[in-house]
């Protein structure tokens, strides 16, 4: 476990390795301890995409490298993101590392917070949330919760899994 933090921020009783942000500098000038060879697996994810039987996919650091690489071409700018997708589904890898990689702020819900929509919705103005990664579906409820209204702090939304539909809200 690491907790990255804000130089000069103290964190009393916390058992991982604490690195502060003027620490990173040094780590990527002198790069990781270990190589990492894209063939090599990163972790496995359990989905049952279009079957609907559960299979393991096994995420290799190549995809993971490649994905990041498109998300900060295609979607630049270090935008504060908030991390709606469960950490069982695979999208929530992008939010995580595509946020954490762009130097950007990650904020986190909790599992009643996530399940809430309208809280969502309020939480996503209070906290000044610039980019969300949601399926259609949710999409289209936080429209129609907050009457199609512009949200000022949002500046990015990524939609997939669903097919996209164009509705008044």
Excluded at 55 to 78: D, E, I, N, T, Y
Excluded at 87 to 102: C, H, K, R
Aim: with cysteine.
């Amino acid at each position: 476990r690491v907790l990255i933090v804000e130089d000069g921020v103290e964190v009393p009783g916390y058992g991982g390795q604490v690195l502060r942000r003027g620490e990173l500098a040094a780590l990527r000038a002198s790069g990781p301890a270990c190589r990492v060879q894209g063939e090599q697996l990163a972790y496995v994810i359990y989905t049952s995409g279009s079957t609907g039987k559960p299979k393991g996919v096994a995420m290799r650091h190549q995809a993971l490298r490649s994905l990041l690489a498109w998300q900060g071409l295609r979607l630049p700018g270090a935008l504060k993101t908030l991390q709606f997708a469960s950490f069982a589904f695979d999208v929530s890898f992008q939010e995580i590392a595509g946020t954490l990689v762009s130097g950007a702020t990650l904020s986190l819900l909790s599992d009643d917070e996530s399940r809430d929509l309208e809280c969502v919705l309020k939480l996503i103005g209070e906290r000044g949330i610039e980019q969300i990664f949601v399926p259609f579906a949710v999409l289209q409820q936080l429209a129609e919760l907050n009457g199609a209204a512009p949200i000022p702090s949002l500046k990015r939304i990524i939609t997939a899994g669903e097919q996209l539909r164009i509705t008044p809200a």
